[in-house]
């Protein structure tokens, strides 16, 4: 796969396809890099039982990568699961014009998603995406516009998060991102959602609890999720340790 200047950093190798449970696998790509914070990050992917292939968050667009999981199936559907993970679509489309591309609620009606060009084919509710077979989904809202789409792999029993949880290990990132990780409450062991988003969830109040009570009540086995160290077992209980009082319904 492409090299790059951040080996050490996230969890190599790299843009390589890495399996989960049956039909579902994940990608750890080449970190990013919001406002000086070096953040790895993690796509999912997984097979839906029409053979396609449904790529959830998009890490960098890399021709080798795309080439394996040609082998696993067709790509079809592209997913931006909340208002931060949408950016890296772009590229996946040129190569894949025959994906639809998803986007969660209201992210089309942002002014940067409209002036960047980005096509977005479908929103996501739980009425509109055809997956019912395969994943559930839920909309977890927040404050100020926040919405992320959770999704439930039902063969696996895996969770599918964005950012609802994070956890940084200090060895897997560097001290600037260690630092940040501390003050946002995300450094590994912790695992959370970092602060200033459960300040947003905390305001969402009563529909936000519910929703985030009714995905630990999914009772996943593992929950995946972008950014750091996810929980591979007992992932019900991880959950419930995550979000605490958020939770409670």
Do not use: C
Not at 204 to 209: A, L, V, W
Not at 239 to 244: E, F, I
């Amino acid at each position: 796969m492409t090299a790059t200047s951040n080996e050490k950093i996230g969890y190599p190798p790299l843009d390589t396809v890495k399996a989960v449970a049956g039909d579902i696998w994940i990608v750890d790509g080449a970190p990013l890099h919001p406002g000086g914070i070096t953040m790895p990050v993690r796509m999912t992917v997984v097979r839906l039982s029409s053979g396609e292939l449904w790529l959830h968050s998009p890490i960098r667009f890399d021709a080798e990568l795309a080439a394996h999981l040609a082998e696993l199936g067709p790509v079809r559907h592209l997913v931006a699961p909340n208002v931060g993970h949408w950016t890296l679509i772009a590229d996946w489309q040129r190569h894949f014009p025959e994906a639809v591309a998803w986007a969660a609620p209201k992210l089309t009606q942002r002014r940067q998603v409209r002036k960047s060009g980005v096509r977005f084919d479908q929103e996501l509710t739980e009425d509109s995406a055809p997956w019912h077979d395969d994943l559930d989904l839920m909309v977890v809202p927040g404050a100020g516009g926040f919405r992320e789409v959770a999704f439930l792999h039902r063969k696996s029993r895996t969770l599918i998060l964005t950012d609802l949880v994070q956890s940084l290990e200090p060895d897997r990132v560097p001290a600037r991102t260690r630092l940040f990780a501390r003050a946002i409450g995300t450094l590994y062991p912790r695992a959370t959602a970092p602060i200033y988003l459960r300040a947003g969830l905390r305001v969402g109040g009563r529909s936000t609890r519910q929703a985030l009570a009714r995905l630990i009540g999914w009772q996943p086995e593992r929950v995946i999720f972008a950014h750091g160290r996810w929980f591979e077992r007992n992932g019900t209980a991880a959950l419930r340790q995550a979000w605490g009082s958020l939770a409670d319904a």
